[in-house]
């Protein structure tokens, strides 16, 4: 298997993990519903974080791949991401060069 075959198939698997992230209701000691993190979606937002600092260059270059697999998993993992609440968005916002070429070949794909 190729690298970007590796990293696609990583990137989907991250996915689906941070996906399970979502802040789910608990009841308080009033027995009302409110938003509460458990632990785990605090550890899954750091994993998120992580990602971003450390894979932020393998997230580019697959998103610049002309395989449009690699490209639908890196941007299936960033707006996953995205989703994930305003601190881990606004981290998202810092780690990304939006000034790169890759960007613009985003906006015209191949035919």
């Known amino acids: 298997m190729r690298n970007g075959d590796i990293a696609t198939s990583l990137f989907l ?22 938003p509460q993190r458990t632990p785990a979606a605090i550890a899954l937002t750091k994993f998120a974080e992580d990602i971003l600092n450390r894979r932020s ?22 707006a996953t ?8 968005t606004s981290h998202l ?3 990304l060069d939006m000034t790169s070429d890759t960007f613009s070949k985003l906006a015209h794909p191949p035919k």
């Open 57 to 78: 260059k393998s997230l580019l270059l697959q998103l610049g791949s002309t395989v449009r697999h690699r490209v639908n998993a890196s941007l299936s993992l960033l």
């Open 13 to 34: 698997a991250a996915t689906d993990l941070l996906a399970s992230a979502q802040a789910q209701p608990i009841p308080d000691q009033d027995n009302q519903l409110a």
């Open 93 to 95: 916002a810092r780690s």
């Open 81 to 88: 991401i995205a989703a994930m609440g305003t601190n881990v």
